[in-house]
């Protein structure tokens, strides 16, 4: 019986071995490799005041403004303004029913960046961020909604699944749920995707988790933590 383990396990690692290297070739084949960033799309609702309320207290503040935003939409316009000409960007996430969640995919679409693996989560609101900066000093305060970004299972099942194909290069933050997370950055890692996380925000959250760190050191020489 152990030998029969032993015999599964050591065909499984060949099946990784092999997806990987496959994988490592096709990226250096790339001239211009492919971008996914899996995470979170929120609308920012920003005010902006001389200073902030005390408790209790109606302040006329100076201007409000609303945007497309979210950790991980951010990246993706980043990569898509940024990177070299015929890169292809794609968004993976969650929106919600809602006119929000529709306007997200045009203002994506403008920025050239492909939304097929956003989805619709029906009786979901789409992610917002109230966003209170204080105009004399420069500071913010952020209340975050995640809404549909953490419309997961609890447990694995196929909407885990939201590595593209042909993803070369994968960015994350945390935004959605830690373990879906690890689990694409793990699927990632084996299959020799090149992996790169921002540790916004709750990265005390993400390192004290046995499951985290057992994802994020996989590959150490693949996988990058961005600030």
């Keep these: 019986m152990a030998k029969h383990d032993k015999e599964n396990e050591n065909t499984e690692e060949s099946y990784w071995l092999k997806k990987k290297k496959d994988n490592h070739r096709n990226i250096l084949a ?51 303004r940024l990177a070299s000409k015929g890169t292809k960007v794609a968004m993976v996430g969650n929106v919600g029913d809602d006119n929000f969640g529709r306007d997200y995919f045009e203002a994506l679409g403008k920025e050239g960046i492909n939304a097929d693996g956003v989805s619709t989560v029906k009786g979901e609101t789409t992610g917002a961020a109230n966003i209170v900066v204080e105009e004399e000093t420069g500071e913010n305060r952020i209340m975050f909604t995640p809404g549909a970004n953490v419309a997961f299972s609890k447990e694995y099942d196929q909407g885990w699944d939201l590595v593209p194909s042909d993803a070369g290069i994968v960015v994350f933050q945390l935004e959605i749920p830690i373990d879906v997370v690890c689990f694409e950055n793990f699927v990632s890692s084996l299959t020799g995707i090149v992996c790169f996380l921002m ?25 990058s933590s961005a600030a």
């Design 30 to 80: 790339m001239s211009t490799p492919s971008i996914a960033v899996i995470g979170s799309l929120n609308i920012d609702f920003i005010t902006r005041t001389p200073r902030v309320p005390g408790p209790g207290e109606t302040l006329t503040s100076n201007s409000f403004t609303t945007g497309f935003g979210g950790k991980g939409a951010n990246q993706a316009v980043a990569c898509a």
């Design 199 to 223: 540790l916004s925000p709750g990265s005390t959250q993400l390192a004290s988790r046995s499951k985290a760190r057992q994802a994020y050191h996989v590959q150490p020489s693949t996988c």
